[in-house]
């Protein structure tokens, strides 16, 4: 039986790092994450970690990178992994995102 699973998620960053998306895809093989910068004027700092296993060792797949007012991040995997972890944090001061993602696997 094929699956999907998609969303779409909205927040506000604070001072410290705090999962805009905490994805569980061990029976996902295709998965694609858009991050928006939803704020009209200020940047926010963004990472993304993968995990062999829920609990295990984070992996940064992404390192710390800005995304400006009005940008777009994307993202696609195709590799394994049991989890996928999307951090925000303030950049320039505290700014909203929006969050889309969507995996497929048999």
């Not at 895809?25 to 994450?33: G, R």
């Not at 940064?60 to 400006?68: A, D, G, K, N």
């Not at 590799?79 to 303030?90: A, G």
Request: proline share 3%; net charge negative; hydrophobic share 40%.
């Amino acid at each position: 039986m094929w699956k999907v699973d998609q969303g779409s998620l909205t927040g506000t960053t604070a001072p410290a790092y705090a999962a805009a998306l905490d994805w569980r895809v061990q029976d996902l093989s295709a998965k694609t994450i858009l991050l928006k910068n939803t704020d009209p004027t200020s940047s926010f700092a963004y990472k993304l970690l993968g995990y062999a296993f829920g609990g295990g060792i984070a992996r940064e797949l992404v390192p710390e990178t800005t995304l400006l007012a009005g940008e777009v991040a994307e993202f696609h995997y195709d590799r394994q992994w049991d989890r996928l972890v999307l951090q925000v944090k303030n950049g320039s001061g505290a700014a909203a995102y929006a969050v889309d993602y969507e995996g497929q696997g048999a």
